[in-house]
């Protein structure tokens, strides 16, 4: 049964920083691409940064030079540094995890996502 759990989630001020973890287990024999996505109240999911097994990180344009992505691929593990926190970063937070190798490339899974709380 795989597994996806998202920790370190808080509050924070604003221009304050958070990181979050994320763990993946039982994962099929696969090579993994992990993201971060955020959803605040009454908004989509959106996309905010992923890491490939091979240590590429991508982000979108608001979150570029605020977060950074790190892994460890052999752990199936990503966290997310997150500094200059502002208080539209509010939102809840989600680890997805998907499958990198043509085998498994239509396999995602997703956390439960955790709460990210940045006052003014």
């Known amino acids: 049964q795989v597994e996806v759990e998202e920790s370190g989630g808080g509050s924070a001020q604003t221009g304050g920083s958070l990181r979050l973890a994320c763990s993946a287990s039982?994962?099929?024999?696969?090579?993994?691409?992990m993201s971060w996505w955020r959803q605040a109240p009454g908004k989509e999911r959106e996309f905010l940064t992923g890491i490939a097994p091979d240590g590429r990180a991508r982000y979108v344009q608001s979150v570029k030079g605020r977060f950074t992505i790190s892994h460890d691929d052999v752990k199936d593990s990503v966290w997310l540094q997150m500094d200059s926190l502002k208080p539209e970063d509010t939102a809840m937070y989600y680890c997805k995890v998907s499958g990198y190798n043509s085998w498994c490339v239509t396999s995602h899974y997703w956390g439960k996502g955790i709460q990210v709380i940045v006052s003014s």
């Open positions: 039982g994962l099929p024999a696969c090579n993994w691409d």
